[in-house]
Structures are given as structure tokens and as C-alpha cells.
């Protein structure tokens, strides 16, 4: 079977990006500084793609994420400085937030069978009005814990700790997804519910359990944010819409092709933001850093549409 | 004379595989050609090429106007049947608006000959397969002219259908025949190559291997062309054995159709469930399996695994393969395996060795070609997808299974194989009902006979005793009732 695209396409893509910045700009792109820092900038986002792409493997929308992560970022410092709630406590809480948050989706979408994409897209805009009422439409920074902006901003063999959150989340749903039943029930049933569910398959389980995933990884992504910029802001979530969703539906051009995966997020974040960081070095002005994710989104599926087009005329032309 | 469809050397790879090889085929107008092989052989592939579905590598195809009936029929399964039958056609206009009650007017005049009149604004989810089947062609012959040059193409268009429903689809076939069109069309049943078609084409391997008129050609010709060998062992002896304990009890069930119906399956032992089209026997499957939930009644599964409603506790074999039995996009072996994956679980995680290792065995003993287990499974020929979908609960071995249209699609020597494969995991005390609109296939396989009318069971016999005749008079409510 040919392949027009292969596995590693966008990671020799991105190394070529990588190699064409530095020789373009050797003093100000190829510095450890500027490659901690993309690294350092792409890991909320790469939480939050994870977690916008695990229920997407079902066919299931969580387009809520963002706002999660915006209202919790707010309740992560304005717990321990508003309520006055020890860090540990009011991390718990965030956690909290997010399960609970995630629950509702899986009792509205999986077994009241209500669409995801309404769903989500009501409870995320309650967490954005949310948002607005808790911070009283302001940043809040002030007062706010040490304990919790080390866990943002602690160093271990020279990488801040959020690039190894966000390697430890990649790993752990690479691991559930592919030696997992979970994960091949949710493939399953991304493939068709009817079928997983008649051959036995926990279709309803699987799929509340991915949006719980999603919320609580969501919650996460917010927790870290506030703990690396020690401060909440109720409107930073739109910030992140978008691209989480890129860097999900990216996912399916890499490593696993065809299907949503962890790693291929991760390839596809960074990609995104090598991409945007190296052409603002180039003196890019910041409407480009738009056409670029777009451009980036369409031509990247595409080709790993073609690329599965044997798989795709084969999905056409059953039997 | 001009052919109504023809195909010159016609030449179709995917990737290593030849599934056609230099095929050069002509339909001639007003006879009906039938076109036969084992599974895999090509068939499928040669009709998507006739319909420009898929391109072929090299030759040409040579037409005026056809119409398709494919494998896979082309339903929108949320839409009801009259705009399913008005689909392909352009709208019936008035003024600015589609003149709906003239279009319903329209299906509705095509459908009545075929029993669907009353159930046209149903969605097409709710019709049963054969009913979809009858759809699906009254819909391909609407499009049509009849005419000298036209032709009509048709995949496997009989096999999810009962008798009585194919004696409608020959009659419309052999009335069109007779208006001059061409017809070509797919049969694993031989019996219809014999009774229905002027012209037989046999392909083997991807190439022609026989086209001629079927003449005073017999069943056993036709299939020692197909395989090209004349030996082939007898179907193995029935077995009857012992049958052992009870493992699945339904009691009282009804449900749309199904009204009361009282049915025990035993360890050991085959249970065929027969009905005509309506009759339940679509809805009694998923009924028995736990799929369904019934509107009264209750179905207990024996051996103290609980109820059968938890999910995948028996085995259960779609009729509607498509949509319910596979998973697209995935391979064979993820389609084998998913119903066994927690037994393939060491150290907390699938083992894939294990996995490999299973998906081979079963790769093997259902005969799937071809054998590559990571292959993807819409890769596979309709006839090799049946037997992945038989072969994912061997594998689990689960109390009982239930299965609908076991022997679809599959070829005349894999049909023998596969119902042994039946017949060897009820000997290891499995529990089997098979459901079909049609006893013919499976008959010899069951150790005891049920049959559904109105939706009520009517009759139950040990097999010895029956024979298809006396099934199908039970089926209709004609004749004596079976012992
Ligand atoms: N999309 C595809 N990709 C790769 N291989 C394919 C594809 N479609 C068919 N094949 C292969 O081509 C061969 C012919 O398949 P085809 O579906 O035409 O068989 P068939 O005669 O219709 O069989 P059946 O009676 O089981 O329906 C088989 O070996 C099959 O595995
Ligand atoms: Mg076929």
C-alpha cells in the first residue's frame, strides 16, 4: 500500500523549519533562550489540545475546553487569595471543577444523547460568563502564593516543570490509547458506535469517560497557566480556542495517520509554534501568525487525507 | 449484434493484489448474464469500474446507460424511504417549489408492487435488510430507460433476501430482460445462476476464466469452474450430539413485531430460527443477544454471568454487515480482536504479541484471504468481512451466540468451512441460534428448528424431521404445520 505521506512527515517538516530559522536567524532563533521558550509557551497549549482531542477519537465535540481552562485558571489563583483556601486545597478544587464539569457533559451527551457540539458549546459559554462574574471582569494577580507559581516556574536539569506536565500527560494517553482497552474501545467506536456497541463494546462508558479526560485535562492546562504567569485573567481563554483545536485535528497528519493521537499533538503544537515564532523573528507582522495556523490546518489534513486515500476509497467502496 | 455493456481487458491492481486481470466481458441486450466467483475472486471490484466508482488501471469499459445496484445499496439510512427513492433523480417541480405529494405519488407507484406502499415515510433505519435491498433496486430501475443499450447492474442483489422477496427481484430482472435491457448480476446462489440467467461469466483470481450461455450447465459445473477442481470433500456430517444444559432463556418476549415468544437455547446445540420477511425474525436477533431492549418480556442468560443485556455477553452477528458488523477505517485484526481484548491484557497493558498471535489463529481457521491481519478491513471482499465478523466471537468463545444471515455473501466451498466452524464451537458447548429468511442455507447445520409467523413462534422440530419445504410452508402458514 502506498503511502503519499508518511509517519514522520510533520516531524521532518518541523525539524526542516527548525534548521531553515536558525540559518535565517542564528542570533535571535537557534539560542537555547528562544527554544526554551517555545517549548516553555506551547505546553498549556498542548495540555489543552490533548484534551480536545481525546473525545474527538469518538466523534464527540468538547468545545468547552477553553473556557475551562480560562475558569479555572481564575479559581487557581483567586482560591488561595480570595477564599484564603491553602494551594493544595484549592488545586483539589480545580481538579474538582473539571470532573464535575466533565460528568455533566457525559450525563447530557452520552446518556441523555444530546449533541456534543451544542452541549459543549452552552456549558463552555456558562464558564465564560462564569469567568466574568467570579474575577469581576479583572486580572487578578495580587497576593498570589508562591507555592503555587513554583510549581509554573521551578526548573529541574534546566527545563521549567511545565514541558515535563505536558510530557507526562502525552505519555500516559499514549499509553491508555494504545495498550489500553479504553483506548481502542474509544477507536472502536470512533470508527462506527453501532458496530463497537453490537460487538460488545461499552460504547456510553467510553465515551463519558473521554470527556471527563478531556475536562480534567482542560482543568489541568488551566492550573499550570496560572501557576507559570502567577496570575488569572477572565478573557485569556480565547486565546486558545483555536489553536488547542488545531493541534488536535493536526494530530491526524503524524505518527498514528488517519486517527487522532497524543504524540501527533504534541509534533503538531510545535510545529504551530515554530512556525509562528520563527517568522515574527523574520519581522512577520502578527496577522500573519493567523494565515499561518490556518494555512498550516488545511494543507496538514489535507495531505493526510490523501495520504489515507487508499483508506478512503476503500471507506467508499465497501465489500 | 451491440452489446448493452461491455468491458475490454480490463486490468484493476490495489497495490500487490490483481483483482482484475485483463477481463473482457459482454452483456448482451435482453439477456440476463450472471457473473459468479469464490470470494475475492473480483466481482465487486469489476462493478466498480463499470460504474466509474473506482478507476481501472488499464481497458476499457463500453456503455450507454446503466444503472448500479451496489453491494453496499447507497442508502441514507435517516431519510425516509420516499426521499430515498427520489434521491437520485432530478426534484418534481412546481413553480419554485418540489411538488412533494407528486413525488410521494411517484414512490409510492414503484414501491407498491414491491410491498413498500405503506411505508414510505418511514426512515430507512426502520426498514430490515431485504426491504432495503427491494429499495435500493426499485430505485436503480426508476432511474432507467428500458432500452436495447441500457443495462442494469446488480451485486449480490439476492443475498439478504428470502425466497419469496426474490421472486419479486427475478420477476422485475427477467420483465426488463425482456424489454431489451441487459442484466448483469452477482450471485453466491447457484441455484439462481441455473433458474434465472441465459449467460454465466466465471471469474477466479481476478480473471475470466468461463462466459458462455449457462445452457444445461448443473451446480456442481458451475462450482468446479469457480474453484477449478472438480474433487471437493462432502459437506462434513451433521452432527448431532447430546444437547447439554439451558444457557439462554427468553420468556414472554415481544417487542415491535415479536409477540410472546418463548425460546430456550441449550449448550451444544444449533437452533434454527426461520421467518419470512415481517414475520420478526429481523428483530428476534437483537432481541435475544441483549442488544435490544424488549417492550415486555426478558432474556436470561444461565450460567450465572448475569443478564444478557451486559454488554457483549453473547455473541451477536448483524445481518446489516455494513453499518453494524464492521468497523471501517480499522484492520482485520483490530475487527477481530475487539471484542477480546480484556483476555489480552498482561501486566496492564494488550499484549501484543498475544494479540498478533490471535489474530492470526483466527485468520487461519475462518480462511480469510487474503491473510494479512493488518490489512484494512474494507480491503477485504463482503464474503472475507463475514467470515472476520464470525471469527471475532469465536475468538471470545462467549455462552451463546446469535447470528443473522450467517452465510451471507460468503461462496459455496467457504459456506461449508465456515458453518463447521459453527458446528465445532457448539461441540465445545456453545449455544447457537441462527436466524435467516431463508432455511435453505443453514437447514442442515441446526439440531432443531424454529419457526416465526406473525411474530409468534408457530413450530419447533428436531431437523430430522423437517426438511426446507416443510420450513418454508411453516414460514408462509400454508400446509400442515411440522410435527
Ligand atoms: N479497496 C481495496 N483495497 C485493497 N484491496 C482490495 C480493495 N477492494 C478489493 N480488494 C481486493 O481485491 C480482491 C477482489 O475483491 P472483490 O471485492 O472484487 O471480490 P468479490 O469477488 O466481490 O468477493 P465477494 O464475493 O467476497 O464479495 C480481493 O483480494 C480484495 O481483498
Ligand atoms: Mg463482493
Redesign the interface.
Known amino acids: ?2 503511502t503519499a505521506l508518511p509517519r514522520y512527515a510533520m516531524l521532518l517538516l518541523l525539524a526542516a523549519m527548525v534548521l531553515t530559522f536558525s540559518l535565517l536567524r542564528p542570533e535571535t532563533f537557534a539560542t537555547v533562550a528562544n527554544v526554551r521558550t517555545i517549548f516553555l509557551e506551547s505546553s498549556v497549549l498542548a495540555i489543552l489540545a490533548m484534551a480536545a482531542m481525546v473525545p474527538l477519537i469518538a466523534k464527540d465535540f468538547d468545545l468547552s475546553i477553553a473556557s475551562v481552562l480560562g475558569f479555572v485558571s481564575l479559581l487557581a489563583v483567586g482560591l488561595p487569595t480570595r477564599q484564603e483556601l491553602p494551594v493544595p486545597v484549592a488545586l483539589v478544587a480545580c481538579l474538582a471543577v473539571g470532573v464535575v464539569i466533565g460528568l455533566v457533559h457525559a450525563l447530557l451527551i452520552v446518556r441523555w444523547e444530546l449533541p456534543s457540539v451544542v452541549v459543549t458549546l452552552g456549558t463552555g459559554t456558562i464558564l465564560t460568563g462564569l469567568s466574568l462574574w467570579y474575577s469581576g471582569g479583572t486580572v487578578i494577580y495580587e497576593g498570589v502564593p508562591e507555592q503555587l507559581t513554583r510549581l509554573g516556574n521551578a526548573e529541574v536539569l534546566g527545563i521549567r516543570l511545565p514541558v515535563f506536565y505536558m510530557a507526562a500527560v502525552a505519555l500516559i494517553l499514549w ?1 491508555v490509547l494504545e ?3 479504553w483506548g ?2 474509544l ?2 467506536t470512533g ?2 458506535e ?9 460504547t456510553a462508558k467510553a465515551r463519558a469517560a473521554a470527556l471527563v479526560v478531556a475536562s480534567s485535562l482542560a482543568a489541568l492546562a488551566g492550573i499550570v497557566l496560572s501557576a507559570r504567569l502567577g496570575s488569572g485573567s477572565p478573557t485569556i481563554a480565547n486565546d486558545f480556542f483555536l489553536p488547542a483545536f488545531a493541534g488536535a485535528f493536526l494530530s491526524i497528519a503524524a505518527f498514528k495517520l ?1 486517527f487522532f493521537n497524543p504524540l501527533g499533538v504534541i509534533c503538531a503544537v510545535y510545529l504551530l509554534a515554530t512556525g509562528v515564532n520563527g517568522l515574527s523573528m523574520l519581522g512577520a507582522p502578527a496577522w500573519v501568525e493567523h494565515v499561518f495556523n490556518g494555512l498550516a490546518l488545511v494543507v496538514a489534513v489535507g495531505l493526510a487525507h490523501v495520504s489515507s486515500g ?2 478512503r ?7 | 449484434m451491440s452489446s448493452a455493456l461491455a468491458v475490454e481487458k480490463l486490468t484493476k491492481h490495489f ?1 500487490a493484489t490483481t483483482a482484475l486481470d485483463q477481463v473482457s466481458l459482454q452483456v448482451a441486450p435482453g439477456r440476463v448474464h450472471a457473473l459468479i466467483g469464490l470470494n475475492g475472486s473480483g466481482k ?1 471490484t469489476l462493478v ?1 469500474c463499470l460504474s466509474g ?2 478507476e481501472p488501471d488499464s481497458g476499457t469499459v463500453l456503455s450507454e446507460e446503466s444503472a448500479f445496484v ?3 445499496l447507497g442508502l441514507a439510512s435517516s431519510l425516509s424511504v420516499t426521499e430515498n427513492f427520489v434521491l437520485g433523480r432530478p426534484p418534481v417541480m412546481r413553480g419554485l417549489r418540489i411538488d412533494r405529494r407528486a413525488e410521494r405519488e411517484l414512490a409510492r407507484r414503484a414501491l407498491a408492487p414491491v410491498g413498500l406502499a405503506d411505508r414510505l415515510d418511514h426512515p430507512v433505519s426502520a426498514l430490515s435488510t431485504a426491504e432495503r435491498v427491494v429499495l435500493a433496486i426499485a430505485r436503480a430501475l426508476d432511474g432507467t430507460t428500458t432500452s436495447a443499450s441500457s443495462a442494469l447492474v446488480l ?1 449480490e442483489p439476492t443475498s439478504a433476501l428470502p425466497a419469496d422477496e426474490i421472486g419479486i427481484v427475478t420477476r422485475a430482472i427477467r420483465e426488463h430482460a425482456g424489454r431489451g435491457m441487459g442484466i448483469l448480476f452477482i450471485t453466491h446462489r447457484l441455484q439462481e445462476v441455473c433458474d434465472l440467467a441465459d449467460d454465466v461469466s466465471v471469474l477466479r483470481d481476478g480473471q475470466l476464466v468461463h462466459s458462455g450461455p449457462v445452457g444445461d450447465m448443473s451446480i456442481a459445473d458451475l462450482v468446479a469452474t469457480m474453484t477449478g477442481t472438480r474433487t471437493r470433500a462432502a459437506a462434513p456430517p451433521a452432527r448431532s450430539g447430546p444437547r447439554g444444559e439451558p444457557v439462554l432463556h427468553a420468556t414472554s418476549l415481544s417487542g415491535r413485531q415479536i409477540q410472546d415468544v418463548d425460546l430456550t437455547l441449550h449448550a451444544g446445540e444449533i437452533v434454527g430460527v426461520f421467518g419470512m420477511l415481517g414475520s420478526g425474525v429481523e428483530e428476534l436477533g437483537g432481541l435475544l443477544a441483549g ?1 435490544e431492549r424488549p417492550a415486555s418480556g426478558r432474556v436470561d442468560l444461565v450460567d450465572g454471568a448475569g443478564h444478557a443485556r451486559r ?3 453473547i ?2 452477528i ?1 445481518s446489516d454487515r ?9 484492520s482485520v485484526r ?1 475487527n477481530l480482536c ?2 477480546s ?2 483476555g489480552l ?1 498482561r501486566r ?3 499484549d501484543r504479541s498475544r494479540e498478533h498471535a490471535l489474530a492470526r489463529r483466527l485468520v487461519t481457521d475462518m480462511g480469510v484471504q487474503p491473510r494479512d491481519h493488518g490489512a ?1 478491513i ?2 477485504l ?2 464474503g472475507n ?1 463475514q467470515k472476520v465478523v464470525l471469527g ?1 466471537w469465536l475468538a ?1 468463545a462467549p455462552p451463546a451466540i446469535v447470528a443473522e444471515e450467517i452465510t451471507q ?1 460468503v461462496d459455496v466451498p467457504a459456506k461449508e468451512d465456515l458453518l463447521a466452524q459453527v458446528r465445532a464451537y457448539a461441540a465445545r458447548g456453545g449455544a447457537v441460534a441462527l436466524l435467516a429468511l431463508e432455511p435453505e442455507e443453514v437447514l442442515s447445520t441446526c439440531d432443531r428448528v424454529v419457526v416465526l409467523r406473525h411474530g409468534r413462534l408457530v413450530d419447533a422440530a428436531p431437523r430430522s424431521q423437517t426438511s426446507v419445504s416443510e420450513v418454508l410452508a411453516a414460514m408462509h402458514g400454508t400446509g400442515d404445520d411440522l410435527p
Do not use: C, W
Not at chain 2, 322 to 330: E, S
Open positions: 500500500m502506498t499509553f495498550k489500553r482497552p481502542r474501545y477507536y472502536a470508527a462506527s453501532i458496530t463497537a456497541r453490537l460487538a460488545g463494546v461499552d488517519g487508499t483508506a476509497t476503500m471507506h467508499k467502496g465497501r465489500n | 497495490g465487486s466498480k466508482f473506482l451496489h453491494q453496499d451485486d442488544r454488554a457483549g455477553a455473541g451477536y448483524p455494513p453499518n453494524k458488523a464492521v468497523l471501517p477505517g480499522l483490530e475487539l471484542p481484548l480484556r491484557v496492564g497493558r494488550i484494512a474494507l480491503a471482499s463482503g468481512q471475532r471470545v455473501g
